[in-house]
């Protein structure tokens, strides 16, 4: 099927803490999606069946809770009522937004996933209702060819979104579609947690995903591209990831992502939105039970030779490292019960320094979520205190094949080269209780091969 995602760079309010009237908020808003028509329709006359707009896209971000309610849709929370916005305005107050939205998925005749706040009246017999009165979410919804509203999906894993209540239980959200079936969803920083993403991608036996997001890239281990590849290869799905469009503040990386391809764009240089559409297959069968047999040898361990460990700082965790010295070698770190493994070789020496860092713990910077890593990483100078840092550039072509005694079975693979382009691995997957993930000759210099592992339970 024909799929398209659009990163938007969005008209954001000079001031989004202070207080305006609908009126005002709905003619801000109309500047973005005027916008998100013109893609709509360009999508469309380039054959996209399904069009995804990102997160925050329509009114911006950094509101407070009464600043933001003017930018909120009224939208029912309900699976029994059918409605088309654009073809029944009248049936709700304060629909305006939803109404836009559900004609230009009708006019265009193309399935439409975009994001905005709404809000939904509480009793105050219900103990979770805000002293305000009013639930406010941070809102997906999808619209089908003709205009309907076919599914909600409320944010549940909020990053620091003040203006914005967690749903009471986490929604598990799907619509079908007459040329790919099911597609699930679900938001930005919920792609780290086990609810409501994986357990919808399991429950539902799911194989498309559409993702809007506002994701502030942070290498080496989270760029947006790096981590939406990643998972769409751990799950073996295809996603629709939109991103949105704000370099200054270290937020791009969208993309069409099957497990085998991806159609990706990164650009933190110049401005604008970009429009992203990829012809990509309908997944029908389950890769996992392939992946489990996937030949590839983990060697014997007992020959690695000692190197130095260091620690540094990577991602606000504290990595132990060891140094990847030489033109080949084989090399081991621990740290609590995670022992990683690194067989390599350099096509060319470079004078650039690698490092073989391990992580178990808990992180706790900008969330709190328990990691287990490995990671090949490029450090950012020569010295042992660059490793961790974030590094754009490469030139080090590099075998490898990198494995660790991972005790979740959670893992995302990520494999970033040199300019933030993604290469694929030759081979993962289990072996001898280990995970492992293996590359002759990646495609451009290395910039971080690391097996990224999330172990649910212990957050």
């Known amino acids: 099927y024909v799929a398209a995602v659009y990163e938007h760079e969005s008209v954001l309010s000079p001031n989004p803490t202070a207080l305006v009237d609908r009126q005002s908020a709905l003619e801000f808003m109309g500047r973005n999606l005027d ?9 469309a006359r380039q054959g996209a069946q399904i069009i995804v707009f990102p997160e925050d896209g329509i009114h911006g971000f950094n509101f407070t809770r009464s600043s933001i309610y003017p930018y909120l849709d009224f939208v029912l929370h309900s699976h029994s009522v059918k409605w088309n916005p654009c073809r029944e305005p009248h049936l709700f107050n304060d629909t305006e937004v939803l109404q836009r939205l559900s004609c230009m998925a009708l006019k265009n005749k193309i399935f439409l996933v975009a994001n905005l706040g709404t809000k939904q009246p509480c009793e105050r017999v219900d103990p979770r209702c805000p002293s305000d009165g009013r639930y406010q979410f941070n809102t997906n919804v999808a619209f089908s060819d003709d205009g309907m509203l076919v599914a909600t999906y409320r944010k549940h894993n909020l990053y620091f979104e003040y203006a914005f209540d967690t749903p009471p239980e986490p929604d598990y959200k799907l619509f079908d579609t007459p040329f790919a079936g099911k597609f699930g969803m679900f938001t930005c920083f919920d792609i780290l947690f086990f609810e409501p993403a994986v357990n919808l991608i399991r429950r539902y036996n799911l194989k498309q ?3 809007p997001t506002a994701w502030m890239n942070q290498l080496p281990l989270l760029a947006a591209v790096e981590f939406q590849q990643a998972f769409a290869t751990a799950f073996n799905i295809n996603i629709l990831a939109a991103n949105i469009h704000h370099p200054t503040l270290g937020m791009t990386g969208s993309g069409i992502y099957t497990p085998v391809k991806s159609f990706i764009y ?5 401005y604008g939105g970009k429009l992203i559409v990829a012809e990509i297959p309908v997944i029908t069968t389950d890769y996992k039970t392939n992946l489990e047999k996937t030949p590839g040898t983990v060697s014997e361990k007992g020959n690695e030779e000692l190197a130095p460990i260091f620690y540094a700082e990577m991602m606000y965790d504290n990595f132990t490292f060891v140094p990847v010295w030489g033109g080949e070698g084989e090399l081991q770190v621990c ?3 995670l022992c990683c493994y690194l067989n390599y070789r350099r096509a060319v020496l470079t004078d650039e320094l690698y490092a073989l860092g391990v992580f178990d713990g808990l992180h706790t910077v900008h969330g709190t979520y328990y990691v287990q890593a490995c990671a090949l990483v490029k450090c950012g100078g020569l010295s042992f205190s660059t490793c961790g840092q974030e590094v754009t550039d490469a030139t080090a072509v590099i075998d490898f094949q990198l494995w660790g005694n991972m005790s979740t079975p959670y893992i995302f693979p990520l494999l970033l080269t040199s300019g933030i382009t993604l290469d694929f691995a030759d081979h993962m997957g289990w072996k001898n ?15 971080t ?8 339970e212990k957050d």
């Open 449 to 456: 091969a690391a097996l990224y592992g999330r172990w649910y």
């Open 35 to 43: 916008i998100y028509e013109q893609q709509a329709e360009a999508a």
């Open 433 to 447: 209780n280990h995970y492992f993930i293996s590359k002759n000759r990646t495609s451009s210099g290395l910039l």
């Open 209 to 211: 995903v559409v993702y």
């Open 335 to 337: 740290a609590n019960t």
């Open 266 to 270: 990164h650009n933190m240089e110049s």
